[in-house]
């Protein structure tokens, strides 16, 4: 499925992004070319404002590009009307956000379950998949914990986990480890190359850290807008032979 | 879809109890105002056209003096004669009857109960003309009245004061210093709006002039009771009893009336007008409090929604389509709305009930105000809970996930 000749799973071409109008617009985005594969683990670094969430949102389908062209599966997203990009990001894509972004006063579970919700499964089925969710990601005991209830760590393993739940395609993760320590980190990267390792998950993420990126078989860097560099490990050709 | 917009809008609601309880409060105040306000407004003014047309349909009532004001004053107009009374039915076209009648207020007592009463002296005619009816035994007649029989009727109050529970048919009433026989008990009247009609004896006037009291001229009538005849425009018959009472008491042409003439429509109108106008008013000041309610829920909406901006950009980004969105929101706003106004209208109901009860006026249930009200709390709170909503379901999730 990795075949480099095959057509790519994500294909930007001439992506532009411009916050703003007349004297106060700022181009946050330069012209992006950018091929994914199913099944990579991409890993998107850059400095601060540089455009790394610009580019991760508009990959998430949650922000739309002022010009180019974006492919997702050979779909133009930018074709798309704006239920059929919710239709998209309900079915094929997963989002992890650096603030967790879970709903307040809402237990782990029902957090967990709120994607199913959409896809109209049965409540029994719901609370299986939401409960084996957080399961996978250790938090089987705190079904009931509301966000307050949580730590950071576990908070973004909620959202991992709610991410996850509604098995995508391709999951994005926005600096997934940006608020958590060192330990922390560990085990949530563990836990997101496991899915990319075992699922087969395209899994693209932002991050500030090296030690994180590490994780990762392709480093993309942003600069100004603009890719700067594009470096695949040893292990990404061991990874996918 | 619409059952799972259903469950998660109940989901909500449970999540944010104060703001619900809130909401809904801002409903139930409106609509239980709206609904009492008007509900009493209605009731009373039903019950002061009702016991003013106790008082005697297409009833005449002809007076001495220039009107409303002082009456009686030394000096001041005279009465009117019996013949007066007998040729304004004979001779005014449209009169159906008249009866005279001479007011005094006398002791009355009965073993050792005692008590002053206004006593009625008058003709048969009264009767039918002020719609008295008997609870028991008979009214006196012409052969009474020519004799100038010792005989009265009683009201239900005088009943009461004097005999208790006892049968009054029959006993010997003292009024002043003569003893009269009672032959007959009115049935009650009730209050209206002029004081306890029923705080009264009806003795043949021939009887109070002769033993009650005493006749010291002929113009001894105090008031003349005039019913008209069916159909007949009771404002043409004023005037026209105006003009033959001017001649009769030989009014010069620029004189100004020494009489005057009541007519009770008139009056029964002006009443229930203006109690209309007060339900009127109390309608507008309940509005008000139902649109301040309104606005209440408008502003919890408000708030809410730009509170609930990230939560909606949650659920845009985890696959929600903005009519999904919405569609929960709707249903959520609807849902409360309903509630509150089922709330209110049950409040209403109590308060109109318990008040009713109080300020002594016929409840009746309004179909109508109940309905008006009920559904304009489910407009505001759709519009208020829908509209900012829609705003937020338009965004592009990114931007109303990053909505501070
Ligand atoms: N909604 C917005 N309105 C205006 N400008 C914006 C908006 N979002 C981002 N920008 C600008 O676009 C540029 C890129 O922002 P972006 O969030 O993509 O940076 P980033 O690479 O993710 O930075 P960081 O590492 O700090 O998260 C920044 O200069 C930022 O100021
Ligand atoms: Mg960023």
């Not at chain 2, 139930?28 to 009493?40: E, F, Q």
């Not at chain 2, 209440?296 to 980004?317: D, Y």
């Not at chain 2, 009519?323 to 409360?336: K, P, R, Y």
Request: with cysteine; net charge negative; hydrophobic share 45%.
């Amino acid at each position: 499925m990795s075949d480099r000749n095959a057509s790519p799973l994500i294909r930007l071409r001439g992506i532009t992004k411009t916050y703003g109008r007349g004297d106060a617009a700022f181009q946050a985005l330069r012209g992006i070319d950018l091929d994914i594969h199913a099944g990579e683990f991409v890993a998107i670094m850059g400095p601060s404002g540089s455009g790394k969430s610009t580019l991760m949102n508009i990959l998430g389908c949650l922000d739309t590009a002022a010009g180019g062209t974006y492919h997702y599966d050979d779909i133009e997203v930018g074709s798309l009307t704006v239920d059929q990009r919710a239709l998209l990001r309900r079915y094929a894509l997963g989002f992890i956000f650096q603030s967790f972004n879970l709903l307040a006063r809402t237990s782990a579970l029902e957090n967990v379950e709120l994607p199913l919700l959409y896809r109209g499964l049965s409540r029994r089925i719901r609370h299986e998949k939401a409960a084996a969710a957080l399961e996978a990601v250790g938090l089987g005991d705190k079904l009931r914990n509301t966000p307050a209830e949580l730590s950071g760590g576990q908070q973004q393993r909620v959202a991992i986990a709610r991410a996850l739940v509604s098995e995508p395609r391709t999951l994005f993760a926005d600096e997934p480890t940006g608020n958590l320590d060192s330990a922390t980190t560990i085990e949530i990267m563990e836990l997101l190359s496991r899915l990319n390792r075992e699922q087969g998950i395209t899994l693209i993420m932002v991050t500030h850290e090296d030690d994180v990126a590490g994780w990762a078989h392709r480093r993309i860097h942003i600069h100004d807008g603009r890719i700067a560099s594009d470096e695949r490990s040893l292990q990404t050709t061991a990874a996918h032979p | 879809m619409i059952w799972n917009a259903f469950l998660i809008a109940v989901r909500e609601i449970r999540r944010n109890l104060t703001r619900a309880f809130l909401t809904v409060l801002g409903i139930i105040i409106g609509v239980a105002a709206v609904i009492t306000m008007v509900t009493l407004g209605q009731a009373t003014t039903r019950a002061v056209s009702d016991q003013i047309s106790k008082l005697g349909s297409n009833l005449l009532i002809l007076r001495p003096g220039a009107g409303f004001g002082p009456r009686g004053v030394p000096g001041g107009s005279p009465n009117f004669t019996m013949e007066d009374a007998e040729l304004i039915a004979e001779q005014v076209a449209g009169v159906a009857a008249t009866a005279p009648v001479r007011m005094a207020s006398l002791t009355t007592a009965y073993l050792d109960e005692a008590r002053t009463t206004a006593v009625t002296g008058t003709t048969p005619a009264y009767f039918q003309i002020h719609q008295w009816t008997l609870a028991d035994g008979r009214f006196f007649n012409e052969a009474d009245l020519r004799r100038g029989a010792a005989v009265c009727v009683i009201g239900n109050t005088v009943r009461n004061e004097l005999f208790g529970e006892k049968d009054p048919i029959g006993q010997r009433l003292r009024i002043g210093s003569t003893v009269c026989e009672v032959i007959g008990l009115l049935a009650s009247k009730g209050q209206a709006g002029m004081g306890d009609q029923d705080d009264t004896i009806i003795v043949p006037i021939t009887t109070l002039q002769r033993r009650l009291v005493g006749r010291t001229s002929d113009h001894d009538i105090n008031m003349i009771s005039i019913s008209a005849e069916d159909g007949v425009d009771t404002e043409v018959l004023t005037t026209d009893i105006t003009a033959f009472m001017r001649e009769r008491r030989h009014l010069q042409p620029g004189e100004d009336n020494d009489f005057h003439v009541f007519d009770t429509r008139q009056i029964t109108e002006a009443l229930t007008s203006s109690t209309r106008m007060m339900t009127m008013l109390l309608a507008a000041v309940a509005g008000v409090s139902l649109l301040v309610g309104g606005i209440g829920i408008m502003n919890i909406m408000l708030v809410s929604v730009t509170e609930r901006t990230r939560e909606i950009g949650i659920r845009l980004a985890l696959g929600a389509t903005a009519g999904e969105v919405l569609m929960q929101f709707l249903v959520e706003a609807i849902t409360l709305a309903c509630v509150g106004g089922l709330i209110g209208m049950l409040c209403a109901l109590a308060l109109c009930v318990a008040l009713s009860g109080l300020i002594g006026v016929p409840f009746v249930f309004n179909p109508m105000i109940n309905a008006a009200a009920f559904c304009f709390s489910a407009v505001v709170g759709v519009v208020f809970g829908f509209v900012p909503a829609r705003s937020a379901a338009r965004l592009d999730p990114i931007n109303a996930l990053r909505h501070e």
